[in-house]
């Protein structure tokens, strides 16, 4: 089975919600940090939201903070990102990663420290 997989994504207009999932797979052990990135056309790519598995501590990009919530389910070996009132820039590809690493505070959204990434899913925001 693949690592991760993304699901959810889709077209809203801009204030729309959106849910997006990510399964991760049973195979997958001791991870230590889950993570959302997003890439739009012509920017690189950054973190949007990252949770600490044990304290489930959440860390949030200041451009999504009061808007997005991170969340996992164990239960179901689940991660997921609700997103409210959304905007246009909030267009991209979205990406789960995972890591077993332990990261430092000032590195959870650096992309090399994560180990497993998902295969993306579009979300468009329109005005």
């Known amino acids: 089975q693949v690592p991760l997989v993304e699901s959810g994504g889709g077209s809203v207009q801009a204030g729309g919600s959106l849910t997006l999932s990510c399964t991760i797979s049973?195979?997958?052990?001791?991870?230590?940090?889950l993570a959302w990135f997003r890439q739009a056309p012509g920017r690189e790519r950054e973190g949007v939201a990252s949770i600490n598995t044990v304290r489930t501590l959440p860390t949030y990009a200041d451009s999504v903070k009061g808007r997005f919530t991170i969340s996992q389910d164990n239960a179901n070996n689940m991660l997921y990102l609700q997103m409210n009132d959304l905007k246009p820039e909030d267009t991209a590809i979205y990406y789960c990663?995972?890591?077993?690493?332990?990261?430092?505070?000032?590195?959870?959204?650096?992309?090399?420290?994560?180990?497993?990434w998902g295969q993306g899913t579009q979300v468009t925001v329109s005005s």
């Open positions: 049973r195979y997958m052990s001791d991870i230590k940090r």
């Open positions: 990663a995972a890591t077993s690493k332990i990261l430092l505070s000032s590195l959870v959204f650096s992309s090399s420290g994560y180990t497993y």
